[in-house]
């Protein structure tokens, strides 16, 4: 180990109990989010009803799970981050929730695509205000040696809220149409802001990081100076990213796709892809946490070497399910589809700790809305519209159903750069651990 990574091992922790509140507090948090995953995801399973109800295409759908949504919460998450740095992070996380959960309803009332542009917007600008704020409660509530696993907790909400939202979508949207699923999923998450509102406390900043005087508000100019010295963390966002940019197309034309397929309604595909997603996602989250949380408190390159094995692994086990689901009665797909899922599963909850790791406490909710804006620019809003974009065509080739197909498996040369980045970052970080001591003990 380098010079650098054990002078990092070698600073004073606290120790590694963690009080009751803070796992009432990590409750509340994981409910935030696997209620934004829900709203993100009940427009997934409904592509196939609203493409038909109001005569939408491929790559319409595609900018709408897209771009239309990605954009926005990109740019929001930048302003929201800065003022979660400085601000209260519980009222900033009660009134994004709030917000995101009364656009969703509205959803549910529109009839033209532009007017789904809009709340989707709008539903972004709410959800961007989710995760910064978490993440700097969590690093606030959490020693470092128990981070990968809060994380990995927080992170089921992925899962948790992939699951619900497939699942319980399809079902209402068969019963009663889609917009009755808008309305339905979206109503809960307005007095889940009221109990954020009233019921999490707003901690101390930097208790458990010893920063001392560092713990101090950062200018503009000093805030982008902090994060260009911070390379490693860079190249390993823009390699998250791309991996992004491969498995959100894979995760939000799967529906669409096995639909055409097979033939099925969103409610069966809706419980099937929606069980999968949550429980081998979940099996690989909290995975990802617990190994890391093992093996990054003896060298801190285990919070990206877990992702590179994981990009490695999840290769040839999405190329098997997305070339032999279309063979009549074949099981098989539903297994290498589930070891797809629980592998791609593991990249998330290593990097949010990585990146609060990394960083002084009036820089961490910016520092996750900097993660976040290159995972949903790249990842989130351009990978499902580029696999919207090639579904139409390649459709007068191959038809609509191979098509996307053919989308989702080329999305998924972005792991060769991806793995590139990882790897430049893990060379450098032993030298960026160096500047982030420093900054500590300013």
């Known amino acids: 180990m380098t010079k650098s990574l054990s002078h990092v091992k070698s600073q004073p922790v606290q120790p590694g109990h963690v009080p009751v509140m803070s796992w009432f507090v990590l409750a509340l948090l994981l409910a935030a989010y696997t209620s934004s995953w829900i ?23 595609g900018l709408l799970t897209g771009f239309a949504f990605a954009v926005v919460y990109s740019l929001a998450a930048f302003p929201i981050g800065r003022w979660a740095d400085n601000g209260s992070r519980r009222n900033i996380l009660a009134l994004a929730t709030g917000m995101w959960s009364v656009m969703t309803v509205a959803t549910g009332f529109v009839s033209t695509f532009f007017g789904l542009v809009f709340m989707r917007a709008s539903v972004a600008v709410g959800q961007s205000g989710c995760s910064p704020a978490s993440h700097s409660l969590i690093s606030d509530y959490f020693p470092p ?60 900043r930097g208790v458990y990081d010893g920063h001392g ?31 992004s940019f491969s498995s959100s197309g894979l995760e939000m034309w799967t529906p669409v796709w096995l639909m055409r397929v097979r033939g099925a309604g969103a409610g069966e595909i809706g419980s099937i892809f929606g069980g999968i997603e949550g429980i081998a996602g979940m099996a690989g989250t909290l995975i990802a946490g617990f190994v890391t949380d093992r093996f990054a408190a003896r060298d801190p390159r285990w919070y990206l070497w877990v992702v590179v094995i994981s990009a490695v692994l999840v290769i040839p086990f999405e190329y098997l399910f997305l070339f032999t689901a ?49 995972l949903n620019m790249i990842g989130t809003g351009g990978g499902p519209s580029a696999v919207g974009a090639l579904s139409n065509a390649l459709a007068p080739l191959y038809g609509t159903a191979a098509s996307l197909k053919y989308g989702m498996a080329l999305t998924m040369l972005a792991l060769v750069p991806a793995l590139v980045c990882f790897g430049y970052a893990i060379v450098r970080l032993p030298k960026d651990l160096q500047l982030t001591t420093q900054t500590k003990s300013a």
């Not at 713990?215 to 990213?241: D, H, I, K, Q």
Request: proline fraction near 4%.
């Open 326 to 374: 279309e063979r009549a009665g074949n099981l098989w797909m539903y297994g290498w589809l589930t070891v797809t899922v629980l592998v791609m599963s593991t990249y998330t909850a290593p990097m949010f700790a990585f990146a609060q790791f990394m960083l002084p406490p009036r820089l961490k909710a910016v520092g996750a809305a900097t993660l976040l804006f290159a």
């Open 39 to 61: 709203d993100r995801y009940l427009l997934i399973i409904l592509v196939q009803p609203i493409e038909t109800d109001l005569g939408l295409s491929d790559a319409q759908m």
């Open 145 to 204: 040696q128990r981070r990968s696993v809060a994380f990995s907790i927080y992170v089921l909400g992925i899962s948790l809220g992939i699951w619900l939202g497939l699942a319980l979508g399809g079902m209402i949207s068969d019963r009663y149409g889609w917009r009755a699923a808008f309305i339905v999923l979206g109503a809960p998450g307005i007095a889940l802001a009221l109990a954020i509102r009233f019921l999490l406390p707003e901690p101390k």
């Open 213 to 243: 005087a560092s713990n101090r508000s950062y200018s503009l100019s000093e805030t982008l100076v902090e994060f260009r010295r911070r390379r490693a963390f860079l190249a390993a966002a823009l390699g998250l990213a791309l991996l």
